[in-house]
Structures are given as C-alpha cells and as structure tokens.
C-alpha cells in the first residue's frame, strides 16, 4: 500500500480496505479478468474469491457435432486475462476448450493471456522412451502458445523438463508446502516418520520434504510390463516401527501406491499414508484404495475431488485455490513468485 501524506485520505483508504476488502483490492488490481473454464469451476470460484474479485462471464456449449463453441460474455481489451482450467476429466474436450478460450481472449484484444493449468494434461507423454512414441506434452505446449497464451501458472509437473517445451514463461509450482503443512498438522507421529517415494522419478521430491521435516527416507525401485501394470518392486531404505508417508506427484489407477503400500507394511511400517499432488483416480482406483491398508490418502484439488471423496472415506483433500490466487496476484502485479516454493500464503 502506496504511503500517504494525507492523514483523511489515509483513513479513508484503510476503512476502504475494511469495509469492503474486494473493493479495495479491486481497486489495487485494475486491468484483470479471470475465467473458468468447465473443468473446475469450484477451484477458479476460490482462486476470485481469495483475490476479492468477480469471475468473467463465459459461456461454453456444444453443437450437435459435438463441437465446442465458446462466448466470452464481457470485454477483455486491453485486460490481464487468466483462465482456469484443469486437465482432468474428459481431457481432450477440457485441453480444446482451453485453447479456444486462450485464442477468443486472444483476438479479442486481450494484452496478456495466461493459462492456469492446475494439473498438465499428457505430462506423462514428455519423452520418447521406444519407437516411434510421440512426445505428447510437447504438442500440448506448441498448441498453448499458438492458441496465443504468454504464460502458464502449473503445479507439480510430472517431468520438470516440460516447462523447457515452451518459448513463454511457465511456473510451476509446488505443492510441497501445502503437504508439509499438512503432515505436521495431522499426522502426530510425524517425527518417527519416513518420507517414501513409490518410483525412482520421484527421489528428489521426498529428499526435499524429508529434508524440511529431518527424518529420513526410502525408495521403492519398480518395474512395469506395460503401462499402469507394475510387474515387480523392490525397498530400499529401513521402514520398521515408523509411519511411512507415501508421496507422489500423480495417482491414476493407483496400482503403484497400493502395491507399494503392501511393501511396506510387509517391511514393518506401523502406518501407511499416502499424499499424492494430482488424484486422478481412473479406472479401478477407487476400489483399490478401498481396499488397501492406507490410514489416509490426501491429495489437493488440482482436479474435483467432491465425488472420489463421497466414494471413498479414506480420500482427504488440500485446497491449494490460495498457491494459485497468489500466483495471480504475483504475477499481475509484476513480483516475485519464488515465494511460494517453500511458503503457503494465508
């Protein structure tokens, strides 16, 4: 808040700021529109709410041919325009809905365009890993910026190395704050823990949340046949008599992570929790947390967690709708976002 010499003026812009807290930071944050796309309409609600201001007027439909047809219901010239919009679901249609809102803002004469994509679509498709493969998330990254977005706001990208698919900035941020914060919160034996990475891609996420927390940590090393069918596993590092937490970037059909959780309760871990950034919960996931040996499974709400939640008592949900708002607000405001790396902002 600018300093002011006026003592009347300074009065009346603190009983502003009281009063009426969205009109105040209306007035700090001019020149922006935030939009949702239908993927998420709950995290985008949260996203305005925190920043104190209305969500745009959108309107998304489908012809007859299936078709997705985009209205953007109110002026964006000349706006610092963010559209929310989450690759869960039915992928495909979300990804093409995104892209024809980032172009509609585009041509409208929007002066900046950024993409808040909670979670990647096709980051797991970030290299060519046998014959003839494509490298998907590279696509998805050429299409983003021809669509015409300047900036994408992510969290917990599979591959880092996927923010180097584009020629725009990207920020990815971290949902490790929100899980320490988390596991101090509501684990109490947090102390005899052990922070356990169920691949060898995810070492160097449970090294940095095993650091912050000063306990140790193991890895399970895996083997697929094929894809989401792990064929055999393998522990490394001493789980006996300790809480072991499960973390992952990403549970789809959850093979992995129960299988995982087998291993370690075979292994003489007391608990089993698991803390995964993107619950995508495909498949016969649902069935299999159901019947598995968790003590909890916490994921944040990158993607709609209402009806896994309903399905499964086991499922708890982060609400990380403030990480992004202060994105938002960072970025439209031209500060620093390095923060939120290792902080949660309340």
């Not at 706006?79 to 809905?97: F, R």
Request: glycine share 4%; hydrophobic share 40%; charged share 25%.
């Amino acid at each position: 808040m600018p300093v002011v010499s006026d003592p009347v003026r300074a009065r009346s812009l603190i009983r502003a700021k009281l009063e009426k807290p969205s009109t105040f930071l209306r007035s700090r944050m001019p020149n922006i529109k935030v939009f949702s796309g239908t993927s998420h309409p709950d995290l985008a609600q949260r996203i305005v709410d925190r920043l104190g201001i209305d969500l745009g007027k959108v309107v998304t439909k489908k012809f007859s041919n299936l078709e997705t047809c985009v209205e953007i219901g109110e002026s964006v010239r000349g706006e610092d325009v963010y559209i929310v919009q989450s690759g869960s679901g039915e992928v495909n249609d979300n990804l093409m809905e995104l892209l024809i809102m980032i172009n509609a803002c585009k041509i409208a004469s929007a002066s900046r365009v950024t993409a808040v994509i909670p979670c990647f679509p096709y980051a797991r498709q970030d290299k060519k890993d046998k014959s003839r493969a494509p490298i998907s998330a590279k696509l998805v990254a050429n299409m983003l910026s021809v669509a015409g977005a300047d900036h994408i706001i992510t969290m917990d990208l599979h591959a880092s190395q996927i923010q180097g698919f584009f020629d725009i900035p990207v920020d990815n941020l971290y949902a490790e704050p929100a899980v320490l914060k988390w596991i101090k919160e509501n684990i109490i034996e947090w102390r005899n823990s052990i922070i356990v990475s169920p691949d060898a891609g995810g070492a160097k996420r449970v090294t940095s949340i095993a650091d912050r927390l000063n306990v140790e940590f193991a890895l399970i090393h895996k083997e697929r046949k094929k894809a989401n069918e792990v064929a055999s596993m393998v522990l490394v590092g001493d789980v006996k008599d300790r809480v072991a937490i499960l973390v992952d970037d990403m549970a789809d059909t959850c093979g992995t992570i129960c299988h995982a959780a087998e291993k370690l309760l075979e292994a003489g871990a007391t608990k089993v929790y698991a803390i995964l950034t993107h619950g995508i919960f495909s498949g016969p996931a649902i069935s299999r947390i159901n019947n598995a040996c968790f003590e909890a499974v916490v994921v944040t709400n990158t993607i709609p967690q209402e009806q896994h939640m309903k399905d499964c008592p086991r499922i708890q949900c982060i609400d990380v709708s403030m990480m992004f708002a202060e994105a938002v607000r960072r970025t439209h405001n031209g500060e620093s976002v390095s923060y939120l790396f290792s902080n949660v902002p309340y």
